[in-house]
């Protein structure tokens, strides 16, 4: 253990990077059991990341190792999210540096989420976290929507990479999966944060997620989030994973592949999330650094 603060304490950890200013910041609150619903909103809307994940005791049914599940929730500075990628690896870091890394199983909205920690809080490159999703899918985008995104992005349809057609995703939570055929075109980002906030909620979409091939397994990616009331994500696991299994389903990649997504450049916070692939298992296992903010 090398923390011994209160674990109501708003703890701040950045994930999908080593250094605290990369990455998607996150606040872990390791017992939440005497907070309420509009209490965590309130704290997730002052703190003012992106997420903070909220920590109880696990529900009986739950499996794993005794002391090391958990039932968490996700809690935008606007609303509760059903699954967050980047929260969960923040926590599992947060975790592993007091009770040690290993296997840990998280009980969310979404479902039932595996990780895996490996590595050391004072050692060598720190440690890693790696998630596995609940079980994903992909669904067709209605020709209306995608006017509608593209309208409220700015982006005229020529911009559109016609390798990456658009999708929604899900693996978790929904994404809306649009490709950017230049880097140049992903890198402006001007968007009208109240018409794009109205097409996602009807669609039930947790962010749009914006992609530009680099390389056979090599993405850049760019995450706008008005639903939770930020114009911008910077490293998002949840739209990570949901990606990966857009990927396979459309045959961009093989069945077997290890995904590097870079997010975060633009924002001046810069993050590298690794997505893999198995042939055989449709789950898809997202992982990267975390380490505490001071």
Same mark, same amino acid.
């Given at each position: 253990?090398?923390?011994?603060?209160?674990?109501?304490?708003?703890?701040?950890?950045?994930?999908?990077?080593?250094?605290?200013?990369?990455?998607?910041?996150?606040?872990?609150?390791?017992? $939440?059991?005497?907070?309420?619903?509009?209490?965590?909103?309130?704290?997730?809307?002052?703190?003012?990341?992106?997420?903070?994940?909220?920590?109880?005791? +696990?529900?009986?049914?739950?499996?794993? @190792?005794?002391?090391?599940?958990?039932?968490?929730?996700?809690?935008?500075?606007?609303?509760?999210?059903?699954?967050?990628?980047?929260?969960?690896?923040?926590?599992?870091?947060?975790?592993?540096?007091?009770?040690?890394?290993?296997?840990?199983?998280?009980?969310? !909205?979404?479902?039932?989420?595996?990780?895996?920690?490996?590595?050391?809080?004072?050692?060598?490159?720190?440690?890693?976290?790696?998630?596995?999703?609940?079980?994903?899918?992909?669904?067709?985008? $209605?020709?209306?929507?995608?006017?509608?995104?593209?309208?409220?992005?700015?982006?005229?349809?020529?911009?559109?990479? +016609?390798?990456?057609?658009?999708?929604?995703?899900?693996?978790?939570? !929904?994404?809306?999966?649009?490709?950017?055929?230049?880097?140049?075109?992903?890198?402006?980002?001007?968007?009208?944060?109240?018409?794009?906030?109205?097409?996602? !909620?009807?669609?039930?979409?947790?962010?749009?997620?914006?992609?530009?091939?680099?390389?056979?397994?090599?993405?850049?990616?760019?995450?706008?989030?008005?639903?939770?009331?930020?114009? @911008?994500?910077?490293?998002?696991?949840?739209?990570?994973?949901?990606?990966?299994?857009?990927?396979? @389903?459309?045959?961009?990649?093989?069945?077997?592949?290890?995904?590097?997504?870079?997010?975060?450049?633009?924002?001046? !916070? +810069?993050?590298?999330?690794?997505? @893999?692939?198995?042939?055989?298992?449709?789950?898809?296992?997202?992982?990267?650094?975390?380490?505490?903010?001071?």
């Amino acid at each position: 253990m090398t923390d011994t603060a209160d674990p109501t304490e708003v703890l701040r950890y950045t994930a999908f990077s080593a250094d605290p200013a990369g990455g998607n910041p996150a606040g872990v609150i390791l017992d $939440a059991s005497g907070l309420d619903e509009a209490a965590m909103l309130g704290i997730a809307a002052e703190l003012g990341y992106s997420e903070t994940a909220f920590l109880t005791a +696990p529900p009986a049914d739950l499996g794993g @190792e005794s002391g090391r599940a958990f039932t968490v929730r996700y809690f935008s500075p606007k609303a509760e999210v059903p699954f967050c990628g980047h929260a969960t690896v923040a926590t599992a870091v947060a975790l592993a540096e007091r009770i040690g890394p290993g296997e840990l199983v998280f009980a969310t !909205r979404a479902g039932t989420v595996p990780v895996s920690v490996t590595g050391s809080a004072t050692d060598g490159p720190g440690l890693r976290a790696t998630l596995t999703s609940v079980e994903p899918h992909v669904e067709e985008v $209605a020709d209306a929507d995608l006017a509608e995104a593209l309208a409220a992005l700015d982006w005229p349809a020529a911009d559109l990479d +016609p390798g990456i057609p658009a999708r929604i995703a899900y693996a978790g939570a !929904r994404h809306l999966v649009l490709g950017a055929a230049t880097r140049a075109r992903l890198a402006d980002l001007a968007y009208d944060f109240a018409r794009l906030e109205a097409l996602m !909620r009807r669609l039930d979409l947790t962010t749009v997620q914006l992609v530009h091939r680099a390389g056979p397994a090599l993405f850049h990616v760019r995450d706008p989030f008005p639903v939770g009331g930020v114009v @911008e994500d910077p490293a998002t696991g949840a739209a990570a994973a949901a990606f990966g299994a857009y990927a396979r @389903e459309l045959g961009l990649v093989p069945a077997d592949a290890v995904l590097t997504l870079h997010q975060g450049e633009d924002m001046g !916070r +810069p993050g590298v999330l690794t997505v @893999e692939l198995r042939a055989g298992d449709s789950r898809v296992r997202v992982g990267g650094a975390g380490v505490r903010i001071a």
